[in-house]
């Protein structure tokens, strides 16, 4: 493939924009804590958050610094919900079991909204609108079943017709949408770094650049090494890795399907044009099976994502399918030059749902985000807290033991032909 025209520097606004990282101490001696927090994303930071507010000794090491993952580089839309609607939950899991599964997800943007406002965080969160623009018959048919479901539990969500999601996505393709003011938007690079703050003022202990390469149970306890050679002897591990697993815990990386999300911002957009593009501030994404998604920044900028290569994406070249999706679905943006380009991985797993694992003692795992992990991800963290706070509590997500995906080894020829024929199907319009 021949080079772009207008070379997009390989830029991630959300660092550009971002307020700035907490000083976090080097880890120079061997430790003790009560918790010992592995991963240093929006899980892990709300888990240790939570442990120290209720007074539990917790230290959380990350192999780079809190949000180098997928945390400071995801699109900033806060959406809640899972990918199943409550009565397809209760369907999946017993009545009991999914109602309480439902009312969790569907309180994943308040978890958010709860601690920005509950410890001042500043990460331009506001609440808005999550618009699911619906490409195709078949997803209009779901979106009603949707709209129905949740309305029956009393959520402010409705279905907007064709004129009325053109009015708000700034393109005419969509044949109606799904909309759910529950959600919102964030700056989600500093979200992460603000949560590290508030975490070190209520006695957490933070460190970066601390990979850990083993763990192991030794007697009641566990101790963990890192790269450097530190050790860590603690009561009880939170493993909160998501995409960005390895070999730490065995089996849980090859558990998920670890996809690259690609994104490109634009240079703001004017003013004029505004108006015409999410002018209430709404947040976008749609129902192809490649997914799209997009929303303004805080300074006008359109960032609009898509799915990468299953490898490690590098060349400029890997971005070009997103920038002519911004060229068809916007022709109005044409003299808009694409500043910014970046991506990260997103953990998920086939049948789209979360999990939930202990697979020893004093060992607790979540993982899976599935493209919502604002919210998610929040809210399973002040969740980890409160198990831990009480073992015998009933979890929210059942447990279950770790299991790989089968012949996880080939999946990057697989999710690659996969993808190229979802991409074919997209453009015929076929739900």
């Not at 369907?91 to 909204?113: H, L, Q, S, Y």
């Not at 479901?149 to 402010?156: E, H, I, N, S």
């Not at 380009?341 to 899976?368: F, K, N, Q, S």
């Not at 969740?383 to 080894?409: G, M, Q, S």
């Amino acid at each position: 493939m021949t080079a772009m025209a207008n070379p997009i520097p390989a830029r991630n606004v959300w660092e550009e924009t971002a307020v700035p990282a907490p000083p976090l101490a080097p880890l120079v001696n061997d430790g003790v804590a009560e918790v010992l927090v592995v991963g240093g994303g929006y899980l892990g930071l709300t888990a240790a958050l939570h442990l120290a507010e209720a007074g539990t000794d917790a230290i959380l090491l990350d192999a780079e610094a809190p949000g180098w993952g997928a945390s400071g580089r995801n699109g900033g839309q806060i959406i809640p919900g899972l990918k199943y609607d409550p009565g397809e939950l209760e369907a999946m899991f017993g009545p009991e079991v999914g109602a309480r599964i439902g009312r969790f997800a569907g309180a994943t943007a308040d978890a958010v909204f709860g601690l920005v406002e509950r410890h001042g965080l500043a990460c331009e969160a506001r609440r808005t609108a999550w618009v699911q623009a619906l490409h195709a018959e078949a997803a209009l048919e779901r979106a009603r079943r949707r709209a129905d479901d949740w309305q029956r539990r009393g959520a402010p969500v409705e279905l907007l017709d064709r004129a009325g999601v053109a009015a708000i996505a700034g393109t005419d393709i969509y044949r109606g949408a799904f909309v759910d003011r529950r959600a919102g938007a964030l700056q989600p690079l500093s979200y992460a770094r603000e949560l590290a703050r508030v975490a070190l003022a209520h006695g957490a202990r933070l460190h970066a650049g601390q990979r850990v390469t083993a763990l192991e149970r030794q007697g009641l306890g566990w101790t963990a090494t890192t790269a450097q050679g530190r050790r860590i002897r603690a009561q009880r591990v939170i493993v909160a890795t998501n995409a960005y697993s390895d070999r730490l815990v065995p089996g849980l990386a090859p558990s998920v399907v670890a996809a690259n999300s690609l994104q490109i911002a634009t240079a703001p957009i004017p003013p004029a044009l505004r108006p015409t593009l999410l002018p209430g501030g709404e947040v976008l994404s749609d129902t192809r099976r490649i997914i799209r998604y997009w929303r303004l920044d805080g300074e006008g900028r359109l960032l609009l994502g898509g799915r990468g290569p299953y490898r490690e994406p590098g060349p400029e070249a890997d971005w070009a399918h997103i920038v002519r999706d911004l060229r068809k679905l916007f022709p109005a943006l044409a003299g808009i030059p694409v500043t910014h380009r970046w991506g990260g991985r997103v953990a998920i797993h086939p049948d789209y749902m979360p999990r939930l694992h202990r697979p020893e003692p004093g060992l607790t795992v979540a993982i899976g985000c599935q493209g919502r992990g604002i919210g998610l991800q929040t809210a399973m963290g002040i969740e980890l807290a409160r198990l831990d706070r009480d073992p015998r509590a009933e979890p929210i997500l059942p447990v279950t033991p770790i299991r790989p995906i089968p012949f996880h080894a080939f999946k990057a020829l697989g999710v690659t032909a996969t993808i190229t024929l979802y991409r074919a199907l997209d453009r015929l319009g076929i739900g």
